[in-house]
């Protein structure tokens, strides 16, 4: 059984920095797209970004670019996103997910793509 597990969330001021985890058991990540979501209260589930297979292809959201940066340690069977210069704004439940090739700005946009997802982790960004 496919199963993905997140971790690394938590609390932090405004300016600071995460790294979340996207691990997996059950199946090795080395032939799967890895993306990450995140949902806020009320909010609808937005695309945060995504890494190809092989790590070559990555896609961000407009609203994360130039903070956030995805990468996969296939060796590790990992995925992780490190976020920099926080904002409160960035505050939701961040949830990775998995599928097939490719990591698209099209696949990203919609969260039907993506077959396996893990339980989410917490990001809380206030001071």
């Known amino acids: 059984q496919l199963r993905l597990v997140e971790s690394g969330g938590g609390l932090v001021e405004p300016g600071g920095s995460l790294r979340l985890s996207c691990a997996a058991s059950g199946f090795t990540l080395d032939y799967y797209a890895i993306g990450w979501f995140r949902q806020a209260p009320g909010n609808e589930r937005e695309g945060v970004s995504c890494?190809?297979?092989?790590?070559?292809?990555?896609e961000y959201a407009d609203s994360v670019k130039g903070r956030f940066t995805i990468s996969r340690d296939n060796a590790k069977n990992t995925v992780y996103l490190q976020m920099n210069s926080l904002k409160p704004e960035d505050t939701a439940v961040y949830y990775c997910a998995a599928d097939g090739d490719p990591c698209v700005p099209r696949n990203l946009e919609s969260g039907a793509y993506w077959g396996d997802w893990g339980q989410g982790t917490q990001v809380t960004v206030s001071s």
């Open positions: 890494i190809s297979s092989h790590g070559g292809d990555t």
